[in-house]
């Protein structure tokens, strides 16, 4: 069984920054994609960003790209997401995910493992 847990969520002001974690446990965490995604109250499930499993290739939402960096550390089984220039509409849950693959995609349905998520709340 795959465990992930999220944490780092807190509230900033729109400019400001944020380091969100994720910690999985269980075997193999090496050799599958993990992403990030987002949920507003009200509103889909939003795909954030991805890294593959040797942290080669990532993949990163429109909305996000060249704000946000998705990073992993096989060694210590963390995903990370650098969060910068914040904006309000960055204000979701955050969850952290497992692909069911060596890739990570767009689509919820390619995610076999979900943490419970952590707030992040970004104020004008």
């Known amino acids: 069984q795959v465990q992930l847990e999220e944490s780092g969520g807190g509230l900033v002001q729109a400019g400001g920054s944020l380091r969100l974690s994720c910690a999985a446990s269980?075997?193999?965490?090496?050799?599958?994609?993990m992403a990030w995604f987002r949920q507003a109250p009200g509103t889909e499930r939003e795909f954030v960003a991805s890294v593959s499993r040797s942290a080669t290739v990532t993949y990163y939402a429109d909305s996000v790209k060249g704000r946000f960096t998705i990073s992993r550390d096989n060694a210590k089984n963390t995903l990370y997401l650098q969060m910068n220039s914040l904006k309000p509409e960055d204000t979701a849950v955050y969850l952290c995910?497992?692909?069911?693959?060596?890739?990570?995609?767009?689509?919820?349905?390619?995610?076999?493992?979900w943490g419970q998520g952590t707030q992040v709340t970004v104020s004008s």
């Open positions: 995910a497992r692909s069911k693959s060596i890739w990570g995609t767009a689509v919820v349905s390619e995610y076999d493992y």
């Open positions: 269980g075997r193999f965490f090496s050799g599958y994609g």
